[in-house]
Nanobody
Framework: QVQLVESGGGSVQAGGSLRLSCTTSKYTYSRYCLGWFRQAPGKEREGVASIDSSGSAYYADSVKGRFAITQDNAKHTLYLQMNSLKPEDTAMYYC????????????????????WGQGTQVTVSS
């Protein structure tokens, strides 16, 4: 089982920025997809952004132009740079990993990922 540990969450005012990190234990997938998901109280989990081993990245419409997903393979770390934060971005953020590329049809499908972190809370106040 691959271990994933998120960090970087916190409280910020609207318009501010945060950078989330997700450090993973070593894994042997030659093709993989790493994703960020979030879940707000009373709402369903949603995909925020994903990136795969080919470098293809996908974003939810609600975060395009504000969030950027990157990875540092040498450090086994996934990042999510979040700018221009809004109160509606408030949620628990999780990183997830699966084998195979992300693909446009499944990058945001949580059930397609089999490795998850514990989450980091992001709170944006107005």
């Amino acid at each position: 089982q691959v271990q994933l540990v998120e960090s970087g969450g916190g409280s910020v005012q609207a318009g501010g920025s945060l950078r989330l990190s997700c450090t993973t234990s070593k894994y042997t997938y030659s093709r993989y997809c790493l994703g960020w998901f979030r879940q707000a109280p009373g709402k369903e989990r949603e995909g925020v952004a994903s990136i795969d081993s080919s470098g293809s990245a996908y974003y939810a419409d609600s975060v395009k132009g504000r969030f950027a997903i990157t990875q540092d393979n040498a450090k086994h770390t996934l990042y999510l740079q979040m700018n221009s934060l809004k109160p509606e971005d408030t949620a628990m953020y999780y990183c997830a990993l699966r084998a195979h590329y992300c693909y446009s049809t499944s990058w945001s499908v949580g059930s397609a990922f089999n490795n998850w972190g514990q989450g980091t809370q992001v709170t944006v106040s107005s």
